[in-house]
């Protein structure tokens, strides 16, 4: 490595544009920052050796250069927004509807959205936030904004770490804010410092050169906030692993007790009912809104739940028992915690038909008397029934959702909503049976039969839709966010200021500098020099610029 | 007069007092001819707006006893809070700058919001489950607070862009910086003909067909747009000229489309007005006004605006609404997307995004570098 001596003594690492102590231009580094026939020197990260513009030869230098280009960064980015819009389109496979005419991606887009929808499936955008090169590219992000960091970061801490009080005449002569004031007090000066010193600066001194400075610790703002965002990264990719989150649903039956899916068989669930409150229409609070509206709103969806573990015992084969965990009701914003486990109430199905029962009687009776009946459990209907008085029905074909496709019969779903059956009477005194077709508001039997069906009663239920989620992210990203938050308050609310006093042959030069809010540097400097003959500070990026348009002009 | 009627009163009361403030703020930087000396105009002033920001903290109050939720729970509520909240940002910074002419920009701004949210019905309705919780308060009144200061950049902004562009030729600058200023009109454009159609109760009905269902749709306005393959229902009104292009989707296309062809046609109308009153551009007629403000301050203010609302919108609009989604939902947002709208959170998510460029230091040459 070619380290740089300074006049000043300092030894600067190759690639250093200003000497990182006094501050000097060293000559022949000045086109890395773009000094080359500029009054003002370009203070941005202090004149800096950063790796990415000092090594650029070696496959590794490269790599490095391209990332930590603020640039590339920038466009990872919009590559990744425009590709998270995308995913958003249409719903991604977790999230297909359970009622869905089929939850297979490669069939449900197609029908469901026509021909955008099987491009959509065809380019994988159905699994997105999954997708290997989606992974890849939130890994670029952390990765360029790791070395966009490091690349500033270090360089940066040390100049800001080394500076000296004694700056070289060229560097302050060539900041943006600078003054030259004849015949000057030391009087004067001492009041300037104690002004600033006022003003919270913290002075430092070195042969009679002043230097004060504030809000340094806000430079780093941006790099704690980087911190933030990588621990959200990360946050995110784990998220995409099954060890750290997982995301299931479950329809739950009134009365029934199933196994939750995603709990490798530990943990059951007992719907003990599902509650649906409406709005009163009659309220006077809110009436007109609820006419207006013109439907009915809900006020309360909710299960009133019981979590069971599986008790094994440690012995294999032996019956296992089931242990209650928690009781609870799960409402919409009010979940249910259990063991890492969170139950949300995400949907319900009201009315479904639980059981059926049926009658037999003569086709001709028009009293309809019953000769046997027989009672259909929907969840889980038998093939055969045995009848009293020798009666028997065999179950042809049950159709849970019923509706008529091109004259065909069909079932929409598994749900029970609208059940039709087709079944086989088998009477006492015959071997044939007769074909009968029964559902709600339906009975077609055939024209020769002499038996005919009824439905005496029904019973129903209600179904609650539960996602199951386990999330063991979320601390990552509150810690990240937290994170965030305080690297952007740190480098927005504060700003680093600095004032240098530079004695130079018998004149005293004032200059300054500072990352942003010119306009409250040059008020801080009014304050301090205000009660001496030191002249105010001159903007010479207005200066410059003014020149530049009026030479422009003629 | 039950809460309901008092918190409507205090509403219009404020916007009232706000328009009066706006009048002394116009005056206060006319009569003002010396620096740093305070006017009385700019006094009283600063006093109505102060009280008129009491008003709205009333409207605010008395809604939420009637109610038993927070009034930000729908787009009339949040709108208003949006509007309060600009006044509240203005106050802030005025007190921090003592700069009249912020007021006699951010007070029409504020009105304007808070006129555009009572075109949203404004009855008072119940909170379906979904919003059933604390965080929505909090996520919602910390986003309107981050907005709202926000938006005081926005008129910082607006205030250097009509001072510093050179009026003196029409440029590409003059151009944009009228359309601004035009779509700033259109609002206001869209308000009076809403109200307008509202006092004489305009009804004409629609029948249209999308998805396979029929849909009867009420325009509250003449309808210049007919709904893609709608047939006019009711009799003795306007006939449609055109239909609503067929890429337009959604509930209420073909009548969303038509406000806006209404506003706009208003907005100009207003704008052409103001051009041939004035005889000259909109942003040339007002920059005289300002000869005193000094581009650094507006620089200055534009900027500590966005460094205070940032952070205040990044904690309301991500933090707290990813910390509420994960109490609610499965899917982050999903909820309540349904509610404010997806366009809403998409234009909110755009425009974080804007911002953090900008915090980044996107607009070094304007603002530095962090």
Not at chain 1, 375 to 392: A, F, H, Q, S
Request: hydrophobic residues 40%; contains cysteine; aromatic residues 12%.
């Amino acid at each position: 490595m070619n380290r740089i001596k300074c006049e000043c003594g300092h030894v600067n690492p190759e690639g250093t544009v200003l000497c990182e102590a006094c501050g000097k231009p060293i000559e022949g580094n000045q086109h890395i920052d773009g000094n080359d026939g500029k009054n003002i020197l370009n203070m941005r990260y202090d004149g800096t050796a950063r790796r990415s513009l000092t090594y650029r030869k070696s496959f590794v230098d490269k790599v490095w250069g391209f990332f930590s280009s603020v640039k590339v960064g920038v466009w990872l980015i919009v590559i990744a927004l425009a590709a998270s819009a995308l995913g958003t389109i249409y719903p991604q496979r977790p999230h297909i509807p359970a009622n869905a005419i089929s939850r297979d991606p490669a069939i449900f887009y197609e029908q469901t959205y026509g021909v955008t929808g099987k491009i959509y499936y065809q380019l994988g955008f159905y699994d997105l936030y999954g997708s290997w090169w989606y992974m890849i590219l939130i890994a670029l992000i952390g990765v360029s904004l790791v070395i966009c960091s490091l690349d500033r970061f270090v360089p940066l801490y040390r100049a800001l770490k080394k500076q000296k009080p004694k700056r070289h005449v060229t560097f302050v002569s060539r900041q943006r804010f600078v003054s030259e004031t004849e015949n000057v007090t030391g009087e004067e000066i001492q009041k300037v410092k104690e002004s600033l010193h006022k003003q919270r600066y913290k002075i430092s001194e070195e042969d009679g050169h002043i230097l004060a400075e504030k809000g340094r610790f806000s430079r780093w703002g941006p790099y704690v906030n980087h911190i933030g965002l990588i621990i959200i990264l990360i946050a995110a990719l784990l998220r995409q692993t099954p060890w750290f989150f997982l995301d299931e649903y479950v329809w739950v039956r009134e009365g029934e007790q199933i196994v939750i899916p995603g709990t490798d068989g530990e943990y059951y669930i007992e719907n003990k009912k599902f509650i649906l409150e409406l709005y009163d229409e009659s309220d006077e609070k809110f009436r007109d809104a609820l006419q207006k509206q013109g439907e009915l709103v809900p006020k309360n969806f909710q299960t009133n739940a019981v979590i069971y573990k599986k008790n094994d015992d440690g012995v294999i084969g032996a019956e296992s028992s089931l242990d209650k965990v928690i009781e609870d009701q799960i409402r919409m914003n009010h979940p249910l915690k259990f063991d890492g486990y969170t139950l949300y109430q995400a949907g319900y199905q009201l009315d479904e038909f639980s059981t059926m029962s049926f009658k037999i009687h003569k086709k001709d009776d028009s009293d309809a008397k019953e000769l046997a009946s027989f009672t259909v459990d929907l969840t889980n209907p038998e093939k055969e029934y045995d009848l009293e008085n020798g009666y028997r029905v065999k179950m042809g074909e049950f159709y849970p959702e019923y509706y008529l496709d091109n004259g065909e019969p069909r079932s929409k779903s598994k749900y029970v909503r609208n059940p039709a059956f087709v079944f086989y009477i088998y009477a006492p005194d015959t071997s044939q049976p007769e074909v009968s077709f029964i559902g709600i508001g339906r009975n077609i039997a055939a024209d020769d039969n002499e038996y005919k069906l009824g439905i005496i009663n029904y019973t129903t239920h209600d179904v609650s839709g539960l996602t199951v989620r386990k999330d063991y992210t979320l601390p990552l990203f509150g810690l990240g966010a937290l994170i965030f938050m305080i690297g952007v308050i740190q480098g927005m609310y504060w700003q680093h200021r600095r004032v240098w006093i530079h004695p130079q042959n018998g004149k005293v030069i004032v200059a300054a500098h500072t990352n942003k809010n010119w306009y409250g540097l040059r008020k801080d400097i009014e304050k301090a020099i205000s009660q001496t003959t030191i002249h105010e500070v001159i903007d010479r990026q207005e200066l410059d610029q003014r020149n530049e348009t009026k030479g422009g002009k003629s | 007069m039950n809460l309901l009627q008092l918190s409507s009163a205090m509403l219009y009361t404020a916007f009232i007092l706000y328009l009066i403030a706006t009048a002394f703020f116009g005056a206060s930087i006319k009569v003002n001819k010396k620096e740093n000396k305070k006017s009385l105009s700019g006094t009283i002033a600063i006093t109505l707006t102060l009280i008129g920001f009491a008003a709205q903290l009333g409207y605010f109050i008395a809604r939420w006893i009637y109610s038993g939720h927070a009034p930000v729970s729908n787009m009339f509520e949040f709108v208003t809070a949006f509007g309060m909240a600009i006044v509240l940002a203005f106050i802030i910074l005025y007190y921090m700058y003592e700069l009249s002419v912020l007021g006699l920009f951010a007070l029409p701004i504020a009105m304007i919001i808070i006129a555009y949210a009572s075109m949203f019905p404004t009855e008072v309705a119940p909170l379906v489950p979904s919003l059933k919780s604390h965080w929505l308060y909090i996520h919602v009144t910390t986003v309107a607070l981050g907005i709202g200061i926000l938006s005081i950049s926005f008129v910082a902004g607006l205030i250097y862009l009509i001072k510093g562009i050179d009026q003196s030729v029409a440029t590409k600058r003059t151009t944009w910086l009228e359309i601004i200023l035009f779509l700033l009109v259109v609002f206001v454009g869209f308000c009076i003909v809403t109200v307008t159609f509202e006092t004489l109760d305009y009804h004409a009905e629609f029948e249209y067909v999308e998805n396979e269902n029929t849909i009867v749709t009420d325009y509250h306005m003449p309808p210049l747009v007919s709904p893609k393959g709608g047939t006019l229902l009711t009799e003795n009104v306007m006939k449609p000229f055109i239909s609503a292009p067929g890429w337009m989707h959604g509930k209420d296309a073909g009548k969303k489309f038509n406000t806006l062809v209404w506003s706009l046609i208003a907005g100009a109308i207003l704008y052409l007005l103001a051009r041939v009153v004035l005889r000259k551009r909109i942003g040339a007629a007002i920059q005289p006004l300002l000869s005193k403000v000094k581009l650094d301050l507006l620089d200055e203010i534009s900027y500590r605006a966005v460094a205070i609302g940032f952070p205040v919108f990044t904690l309301g609009g991500l933090i707290f609404a990813a910390i509420w989604a994960q109490i609610a939902w499965t899917a982050f947002g999903v909820g309540i997307q349904k509610k404010y709208g997806h366009l809403l959170h998409g234009f909110s998510t755009l425009h974080f995004y804007i911002y953090a460029f900008h915090a980044a230091g996107m607009v070094k040459n304007l603002h530095g570098y962090p």
